[in-house]
């Protein structure tokens, strides 16, 4: 049972990795709808930050999805309040249903907060794509070595001590780069300061058990596109149960059908009756 | 076939090499209808792999980036692995349960499984972008260890090498090794008990790879049940594979039987019958407490509630009561057609899950590509090439050597 064996071993080491995670050291950026000017600007930040070169931004663009050449993208929204503007990236939640998935730990939740993947790791499963609940992550179908790509919160920029592409260039301080537990005091100071000005929901505080990324919005978050279904507990919790009743079924099934074995086998020396 | 066996001398190398050569040769027809149809298309099929590897998944599937997992996984790998089924029930009615009746079938359900997992795991590293790196899932130095397509592996893995250490006695009979067979059916115990508890575990851990895909999948289809519905369908979707290959191996190989075995065969359908009817029934009584439990009445007057009902009654409800008057009236018929529309129903269960319901709102519908079809075909007609070949040399069908005790 080499796989019990390695859950049973590994089964602390997990743990002591999920305390590290703890919500406060976390870093996040908080995206507040309202100061975004919908200039496309973080596209281009975002494309020059992962070597994209050919981004190509159409004048009036048709509503656009996040693929394996654009890892974040904004779409413009009819909403009660006018024409809006959303950016759409990877939302690296507190317990990603991602890396609960990957069997490799290429997709990995660093203690700093970015969700990222790592080339030399991951064999190309795409159960990652299946479990994640925002559709985040994408494939490069055309190549013959392909990857995952998605937002990684520029993790190299991150840990020079830098801030990521997006939150340093945005001109309107429409994204802020900072602690998460920081960002959610500041969302909630904007939401009490100027309450007319916003819905009272921070996006991403407790969607999926919590996100790197959230949102403060002037209208319904499901008039800007967003999944309002998203459970409010974790996703990789949805497998918890399964995976923790393994262990003991590898040991106890083995046992009873020992026990039945045994208790069946006076019959063996009648073999040929039907 | 056992008169070439006994003329074997296992001591003198040459010879052993002269029988294993003068073995490979085709045995039967080579222009039989079979060999005619599937002989193109395993060209064509191999033609396809060869280009998936040179530009990629993309350039011969119709895959999205809505949906991740095609024709390949659904069919080959969540469908197949439930069809092979049957190896971990009927070992556990013989080895376990001790009913010998369904001894003469063992051998043909348990190489069946091991050669279903050996190709479907074949089909799961065409579908990886980076299938080197599977290693990383083996050796250890990456464990996703809150994965449950890991331990899926695991299970899947350690399953494959308890089924072959189940098989290796035939191998052993074929190759007249008398000492190694008295190893390997000391070390088959271990093999069963353990075959049994992996496949309860990687046969459920299938379905539990979509509970955290719970937004993606309609929910009348999903539920936090999955496991259990995959695992209680997995034993009469495997079982009616047996008979439904059975039916067909049995005329194929019909120069194979013992003319006794041709007789026992009847009364194990009757008694595999009765299997699937209360199967189906505990899994029929099991979907109807998830729907209630779920309030999933809401959903059923809707095109994907109707289509929900068409696999309920259509596939599950109506082969229950072909099986349970097949075994009420002992008629092979009967039992043949419920094994075939089990097998459909189970198909589209598999299907609907991991493709056709998944991603049901999604603006563009994933079809697969007609080269995803071929390639589904080349891996299920290699796996029927080779079974045939074992099938014409080991002791699977026919009975073992007179130096084995107690037959097979």
């Not at chain 2, 395993?42 to 949906?67: A, E």
């Not at chain 2, 009420?328 to 097998?343: F, G, K, M």
């Amino acid at each position: 049972m080499g796989a019990t064996a390695v859950a049973l071993s590994f089964g602390k080491q997990t743990a002591a990795n999920n305390a590290t995670v703890s919500e406060t050291e976390l870093n996040g950026i908080l995206y507040d709808i309202t100061r975004c000017k919908g200039c496309h600007g973080c596209e281009y930040d975002c494309a020059d930050a992962h070597g994209f070169t050919d981004i190509d931004i159409p004048k009036n663009p048709p509503f656009r999805r996040t693929d394996e050449k654009h890892r974040t993208v904004v779409n413009h929204y009819e909403t009660s309040q006018g024409k809006l503007p959303r950016k759409t990236q990877c939302m690296h939640c507190n317990q990603p249903a991602c890396d609960a998935a990957c069997l490799t730990q290429a997709m990995h939740k660093t203690p700093e907060g970015p969700v990222i993947w790592r080339e030399d790791k991951c064999m190309g499963c795409r159960y990652c794509m299946i479990s994640c609940p925002f559709d985040i992550p994408k494939f490069e179908y055309e190549s013959t070595n392909p990857r995952i790509v998605k937002c990684d919160m520029c993790i190299d920029l991150i840990n020079q001590g830098e801030i990521p592409a997006c939150a340093y260039n945005c001109p309107e301080e429409a994204l802020i780069y900072g602690k998460r537990s920081e960002l959610i005091r500041e969302a909630r100071k904007r939401i009490h300061d100027e309450p007319e000005k916003y819905v009272d929901h921070i996006y991403g505080e407790h969607e999926a058990g919590g996100t790197s990324w959230l949102y403060l919005s002037p209208v319904p978050f499901d008039e800007i596109g967003f999944n309002t279904k998203i459970q409010n507990s974790s996703y990789p919790a949805l497998t918890k149960g399964f995976i923790s009743s393994i262990a003991p079924v590898d040991i106890l099934l083995p046992a009873v059908l020992l026990g039945i074995y045994e208790a069946t086998k006076t019959s063996a020396n009648k073999e040929e009756e039907l | 076939m056992s008169t070439t066996i006994s003329k074997v001398e296992p001591k003198q190398n040459e010879n052993m090499l002269h029988f294993i050569i003068s073995e490979l040769k085709p045995k039967g027809k080579i222009f039989s209808p079979f060999n005619i149809i599937s002989f193109p298309i395993m060209i064509v099929g191999l033609v396809i792999i060869f280009l998936r590897f040179k530009n990629g998944i993309g350039s011969v599937t119709n895959l999205s980036q809505d949906v991740p997992w095609g024709l390949w996984i659904g069919f080959d790998v969540v469908t197949g692995v439930a069809f092979a089924g049957g190896a971990y029930v009927l070992v556990f009615m013989v080895n376990i349960l001790n009913l010998k009746k369904y001894k003469p079938i063992l051998r043909i359900t348990v190489l069946n499984g091991f050669l279903a997992y050996l190709f479907y795991s074949a089909a799961l590293l065409l579908d990886l972008g980076r299938p080197l790196n599977v290693i990383n899932v083996v050796i250890g130095n990456n464990y996703g260890v809150s994965s449950v397509l890991f331990l899926v592996g695991w299970h899947f893995l350690l399953y494959m090498l308890a089924l072959l250490i189940e098989f290796s006695p035939a191998v052993a009979e074929w190759l007249n090794a008398r000492k190694l067979h008295r190893f390997l059916t000391a070390i088959s115990m271990g093999a069963v008990i353990f075959g049994i508890t992996l496949s309860v575990l990687h046969q459920s851990g299938i379905g539990a790879l979509f509970l955290m895909a719970k937004d993606k999948i309609h929910p009348l289809w999903y539920n936090s049940y999955l496991p259990l519905l995959f695992v209680v369908s997995s034993i009469f979707a495997g079982i009616s594979m047996v008979i439904f290959e059975g039916s067909i191996s049995h005329r194929v190989f019909s120069n194979q039987l013992a003319p006794e075995d041709h007789h026992k065969h009847n009364s194990i359908l009757t008694g595999l019958s009765k299997i699937c009817a209360l199967g189906m029934f505990v899994y029929l009584s099991l979907l109807i407490l998830v729907f209630v439990h779920e309030q999933n009445a809401v959903y059923i007057n809707s095109p994907m509630g109707y289509w929900f009902l068409v696999e309920v009654i259509g596939f599950v409800f109506l082969p229950m009561l072909l099986f349970f008057f097949a075994y009420r009236t002992h008629n092979t018929l009967l039992s043949r057609i419920a094994a075939i529309v089990t097998l459909l129903g189970i198909m589209l269960n598999r299907m609907n899950i991991s493709i056709i319901c998944y991603r049901w709102d999604a603006a563009e519908r994933y079809i697969p590509s007609w080269q995803e079809f071929v390639v589904t075909l080349t891996i299920i007609f290699i796996e029927i090439w080779v079974l045939r070949w074992i099938v014409r040399r080991m002791p699977v069908l026919h009975r073992s050597p007179d130096w084995v005790g107690g037959g097979h």
